[in-house]
């Protein structure tokens, strides 16, 4: 009703990069971490890239007093690097893996190996109306190289899942909130489709009052653990931690202020991460209820199509665009590693037949020494393996390429026919 209070909501997001034996004085930030979320008393974090089990561990004890509530995701071979804690309790959890992440033979950015995901916890809020906000955690491919960025068309199938995933499992919410590092840009197309198919809001948009980095920037050339070279067609810094939020059914949601951390953390001389935490402050009120009829009042309230907007459409277009183009490169890799594996199975059975003409009696005697043909029939047995495991993967990324591209193509064909 008009009359009932508002509840508010102190979100905190943070790529904590607290990767085990690799980032520098991982230990010693994940206590600063812990210190300040303890003094600080947010309602909601929300934290990626906690790598170690142990880390997290940690950072439960020290905040069981002020967070009763946590979850850790278990996910891919190193693990998801997603947590939340939570002053709500936490009703069900769900974690949805996305289906292409990289690639495993890139073990320098090991993407593939920790499973990329988005972590879903239901929460009871404090509110005597029960109001219900499913906070979301997540993080997406990195990008590593903008100007020729090959893996642009996973973190496409990675944003068009994780909307998908929005629609479709915030029915019975009033709230959403999500939160983490997406790894794009504001203008970039991955967060326009997200965006705009599913009616997210951008706490730094649409903050009353904004208190940190110029440009609400996330990753600046100021913060120490930065590797600014990554940073030089980008003076100032890149923003790619995100807070987003709407609301559902009959409520309102308002960012009234938006900070971020700006380099080192208070009394300290290192910060908590090489990326700046995110904190927001949300102000929620139940606004009476939706209006019903014709097409549903929110996207996420039921599966059919987002109310059309003018560039929705457009957006959708690109997005598929790039995709295809994806699409198109990994069925040319797949032809290759198939091609490779064809080849070493036909050396395998020259060799099998010059070996079984010496037993035979059908040679005068083996034509190679014999330590080269063992070695040539072990290079060409392993080069089978290995281009048979990779043209698998590749069939699976074809596959998923596809069904993503396919997913799109209904889509926009129901924004344009929609009137």
């Known amino acids: 009703m008009e009359g009932d209070p508002t509840l508010q909501l102190r979100v905190f997001d943070l790529n904590c990069w607290a990767i085990r034996y690799l980032s520098k004085r991982r230990q010693e930030r994940v206590q600063l971490i812990g210190d300040t979320l303890r003094r600080e008393g947010f309602d909601l974090v929300l934290l990626q890239e906690v790598w170690s089990e142990q880390d997290y561990s940690d950072l439960k004890v020290k905040l069981g007093g002020c967070y009763p509530f946590s979850h850790y995701f278990h996910s891919g071979v190193i693990g ?26 890139m073990l320098q950015h090991g993407d593939w190996f920790c499973g990329k995901s988005v972590g879903l916890v239901p929460a009871w809020g404090c509110w005597h109306h029960g109001h219900f906000p499913p906070p979301s955690s997540c993080q997406l491919h990195a990008e590593y190289c903008r100007e020729k960025d090959a893996y642009l068309p996973h973190r496409l199938v990675q944003a068009w899942e994780l909307a998908q995933f929005i629609r479709h499992t915030s029915k019975a919410a009033d709230v959403v909130v999500l939160g983490g590092d997406l790894n794009m840009h504001p203008e970039d197309v991955g967060i326009r489709l997200l965006r705009g198919w599913t009616g997210l809001r951008d706490a730094f948009a649409e903050a009353t009052r904004f208190e940190g980095c110029e440009d609400g920037c996330t990753l600046v050339p100021d913060n120490c653990f930065t590797v600014n070279s990554e940073l030089l067609p980008f003076p100032l810094g890149i923003r790619i931690d995100y807070i987003l939020y709407k609301a559902v059914s009959s409520f309102t949601v308002k ?17 908590f991460s090489d990326h700046e935490a995110v904190m927001a402050t949300l102000h929620i009120r139940r606004q009476g209820q939706a209006a019903g009829g014709g097409w549903c009042a929110t996207p996420l309230s039921c599966p059919c199509p987002p109310p059309a907007e003018p560039t929705l459409a457009d957006v959708v277009t690109e997005a598929r665009t790039e995709v295809g183009v994806g699409l198109r490169a990994a069925r040319r890799q797949r032809y290759s ?21 010496v037993l035979a009696g059908l040679a005068d005697g083996q034509p190679f020494p014999k330590l080269s043909f063992c ?18 993967f590749h069939t699976m990324e074809v596959k998923m390429l596809q069904g993503t591209e396919d997913q799109m193509r209904m889509a926009l064909r129901a924004l344009q026919e929609r009137p």
């Not at 009703?91 to 992440?101: A, R």
């Not at 960012?255 to 910060?271: F, Q, S, V, W, Y």
């Not at 040539?376 to 698998?392: D, E, I, N, R």
């Open 255 to 271: 960012c009234e202020e938006l900070k971020t951390t700006t380099g080192t953390a208070p009394g300290m001389d290192i910060p």
């Open 80 to 105: 998801s690097g997603l947590c939340i804690f939570s002053r709500f309790p936490i009703l069900d959890t769900l974690l949805y893996q996305y289906s292409l992440n990289g690639y495993p033979y």
């Open 337 to 357: 590693v198939g091609r490779m594996a064809v080849l070493a199975l036909l050396l395998l059975l020259l060799q099998a037949a010059a070996a079984l003409g």
């Open 375 to 392: 070695l040539l029939a072990f290079l060409a047995l392993g080069v089978l393996l290995l281009a048979t495991g990779l043209h698998l």
